[in-house]
């Protein structure tokens, strides 16, 4: 299979790691959009959000998890956002479901 991301995991294209286990990978994003930008995946390929299913949303919480205690270790006391785009009004560009986590500066609401 063809995917950016499964080769990320898979350390065929480099990355900067922020957070890795059995279950998912973080990396800091190649083009930042705020001060802290990186990306949560599951190592298990999953196409996009509307790929979810009962079968393999449990992953799912655990990216969250790891989130909230990775916040919690880079000090993003003021807050951050977590964000998956999903198709192409979504702004979804790699076919592999990721969680932007955005921090660092005040974020426009509602989105562009
Ligand atoms: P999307 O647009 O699908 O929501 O998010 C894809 C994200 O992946 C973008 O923010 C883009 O900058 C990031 N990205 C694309 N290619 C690479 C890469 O090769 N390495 C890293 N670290 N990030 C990438
Ligand atoms: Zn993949």
Same mark, same amino acid.
């Given at each position: 299979?063809?995917? *950016?991301?499964c080769?990320i995991?898979?350390?065929e294209? =480099?990355?900067?790691?922020?957070? +890795?286990?059995?279950?998912?990978? %973080?990396?800091?994003?190649?083009?930042p959009?705020?001060?802290v930008?990186f *990306?949560?995946?599951?190592?298990?390929?999953?196409?996009? =959000?509307?790929a979810?299913?009962? +079968?393999?949303?449990?992953?799912? %919480?655990?990216?969250?998890?790891?989130?909230?205690?990775l916040?919690?270790?880079l000090g993003?006391?003021?807050?951050?956002?977590?964000?998956?785009?999903?198709?192409?009004?979504g702004g979804?560009?790699?076919?592999?479901?990721?969680?932007?986590?955005?921090?660092?500066?005040?974020?426009a609401w509602?989105p562009?």
């Open positions: 299979m063809d995917c *950016l991301f080769k995991i898979a350390g294209i =480099p990355s900067k790691k922020v957070y +890795e286990d059995d279950r998912c990978y %973080g990396f800091y994003d190649i083009d959009q705020a001060p930008h *990306l949560m995946v599951p190592k298990a390929h999953i196409s996009g =959000p509307d979810v299913n009962e +079968e393999n949303a449990a992953v799912i %919480g655990h990216i969250y998890a790891v989130i909230a205690s916040a919690r270790e993003l006391e003021n807050g951050y956002r977590v964000v998956a785009n999903c198709g192409k009004d979804q560009t790699v076919g592999h479901l990721h969680f932007h986590v955005l921090a660092g500066r005040g974020l509602p562009g």
